[in-house]
């Protein structure tokens, strides 16, 4: 729910701006921050942002044309976790590329654009269609980023890419929006984050409430001899009985048949994580199976494995019910109430083991 609100003004303007001032007086229910910024000093600007963020409980950041790139740079707090919702108005998402066209704009200004831009669109991975509200004017004169906005950050609404969900056309120009304009189109922006909102709330209630799943590794999800089979000889000689401790061993190995299908499949009904041990004296092998992870499920934060990777010596630590691995005699993974020993009847293949975890 919206209750605290940053406004970033664009190149020219301050505090007084026409464009947030209107804001708040059309929405007088919220707490406005409204603070001049020196959008030309990138440093100064973002952590001047960022302490207004903290020191008002910030929840949603409004911006308005070169304001909106600063908009984008905000990320994740550190300690919760969570990112404020963004409304950007006729945004400017290339200042690199439109302040030079000003003739007065200092070269070491231009740099630091650019390496925002880096961040933004190469390194940041927090700004989602989630938390993202786009506000473009149809007869805007200097900037057209609709469909870059669309393209890169759009849900996809009905229409494909161009047209979603989470952007808007408006009718006005680059600045000075009637302020009807201005308050139909906060009121859709506002409207969709809650809906975004409530929906999560539900999928929440229903993770929380489906049983944790937990699934093995080396033996279960991996085929341990896929591995074994890429092995030099040279490795073969040196590690000879001690084949686990092969720096990179655990990132050449392939899924076990049927088993990504699996983990997909059992997510229906589980909340399933991967929970595996790394063997001590391998220095490589957490990273190797990360990288595997990484490799067979996806890296993104909608990819079905994200952040579900597990590392341990004592398995049964981790809270759940269940727990599919072919050594339930290892690492504590037969203390949980139901252990399936995955590879032995009547569980020899992920198909028999995905038949009986969804009818149980």
Not at 177 to 189: H, P, S, Y
Not at 198 to 222: F, N, R
Not at 314 to 329: A, C
Request: charged letters at 25%; glycine letters at 6%.
């Amino acid at each position: 729910m919206t209750k605290n609100i940053l406004y970033i003004h664009g190149f020219g303007s301050n505090k007084d701006s026409y464009t947030g001032n209107s804001l708040k007086q059309l929405f007088p229910e919220y707490h406005w921050i409204l603070e001049t910024f020196n959008l030309l000093d990138v440093h100064a600007c973002n952590e001047k942002i960022k302490q207004l963020i903290s020191a008002h409980d910030i929840d949603t950041v409004i911006s308005s044309s070169l304001g909106c790139i600063y908009n984008l740079f905000i990320k994740k707090n550190e300690t919760t976790g969570k990112i404020v919702n963004k409304i950007l108005i006729n945004p400017c998402c290339y200042p690199s590329k439109e302040l030079p066209k000003l003739d007065v704009i200092p070269q070491d200004a231009l740099t630091a654009c650019k390496a925002v831009e880096f961040n933004v669109y190469q390194v940041h991975q927090d700004n989602t269609s989630k938390n993202l509200f786009g506000i473009f004017a149809k007869n805007d004169d200097l900037l057209q980023y609709h469909d870059f906005f669309a393209g890169r950050y759009g849900n996809g609404g009905e229409n494909g890419r161009i047209t979603a969900s989470n952007c808007i056309w408006v009718e006005g120009g680059h600045s000075g929006l009637t302020k009807k304009t201005l308050k139909d189109a906060f009121q859709q922006a506002t409207n969709y984050f809650d809906e975004i909102a409530e929906k999560e709330s539900v999928t929440a209630k229903s993770t929380t409430e489906k049983p944790t799943l937990y699934i093995d590794m080396d033996g279960t999800l991996v085929d341990w001899q896929s591995g074994q089979n890429r092995l030099t000889e040279m490795e073969k000689l040196q590690y000879d009985g001690y084949e686990d401790e092969i720096p990179g061993i655990f990132s050449r190995m392939d899924p076990m048949p049927g088993a990504i299908e699996a983990f997909c499949q059992l997510q229906t009904k589980y909340d399933v994580y991967i929970l595996s041990t790394a063997p001590w004296r391998n220095t490589t092998a957490p990273s190797d199976k990360l990288r595997w992870v990484q490799k067979y499920f996806g890296i993104e934060k909608n990819s079905p494995a994200y952040k579900r990777l597990i590392l341990s010596h004592h398995k049964e630590l981790n809270r759940g019910d269940i727990i599919v691995d072919d050594r339930i005699d290892k690492n504590g993974a037969g203390n949980f109430k139901t252990a399936i020993p995955f590879g032995k009847a009547p569980y020899e293949t992920w198909p028999k083991v995905v038949e009986y975890l969804m009818n149980l």
